[in-house]
């Protein structure tokens, strides 16, 4: 059995298939878990910025630290009362990493389109021709209709706009989503099923949040003034 091939079940374009795993993926944590902050830091770190990442475990790995053009979308900032609203607010969103990237944006597309559109753009400027998603709190458009007649109208339309994730898998280096809710109990992720679900796995456990030792080694003078303050001494 240990020297069986892989079967791949989550992989659906061949180069992805040699080159040896998936690379979209989600991460579910309840809100204030530090998903946001994972977010920028993946941005920094694909983004080329060793800089700021000196005299940390990844500035001593064999990374090669090469620049992507990275698309980042924060969902949070969309939350509307109608669709059309939220389409609004998703293209101005876009408009704006677009120009952050100095590519073109087309106003008249659909959130779909545009957002399509935008993920070519960007891989089509890289040397690379590839391009990194990050997509923070995917659901939060979803979550303040749940159990309102809106709710169908707003699972349709992320649906459309989620879809170009897979449409566009080709050229994508790294996709990472997160969100409070998990996507498989979410139909609009019905078609991406192409994630790796990393909410529950043990390998990314500590990813977000901190492990007790990265507390005492990182926050001993806070842990030693909070103990002063309830009369107990550090063991």
Do not use: C
């Not at 969309?78 to 944006?105: C, H």
């Amino acid at each position: 059995m240990g020297g069986m091939k892989p079967i791949a079940t989550d992989i659906y374009t061949f180069s992805n298939l040699i080159g040896g795993g998936g690379k979209q993926f989600f991460f579910s944590r309840p809100r204030r878990f530090g998903k946001s902050l994972t977010v920028t830091t993946l941005q920094a770190v694909f983004e080329g910025r060793r800089d700021l990442f000196r005299g940390l475990a990844i500035d001593r790995s064999d990374y090669d630290w090469k620049a992507y053009p990275v698309i980042r979308l924060d969902m949070s900032t969309t939350p509307a009362e109608t669709v059309e609203e939220f389409n609004r607010q998703v293209l101005f969103n876009l408009q704006s990493e677009a120009r952050r990237l100095n590519l073109p944006f087309d106003g008249t597309l659909t959130a779909a389109s545009a957002f399509q559109k935008l993920v070519l753009d960007a891989a089509a400027s890289s040397e690379t021709g590839l391009v990194v998603l990050l997509v923070d709190e995917y659901d939060k458009p979803l979550l303040g209709h749940l159990g309102r007649p809106t709710v169908e109208a707003f699972r349709t339309a992320l649906k459309s706009f989620y879809s170009v994730i897979k449409a566009t898998e080709a050229v994508q280096r790294f996709t990472f989503i997160t969100g409070v809710s998990k996507f498989s109990k979410v139909s609009i992720f019905s078609d991406l099923n192409n994630l790796t679900d990393l909410t529950m796995d043990a390998r990314t456990a500590t990813l977000a949040g901190y492990t007790h030792e990265e507390v005492r080694a990182n926050f001993a003078d806070y842990l030693a003034a909070l103990g002063e303050a309830n009369g107990l001494r550090a063991s």
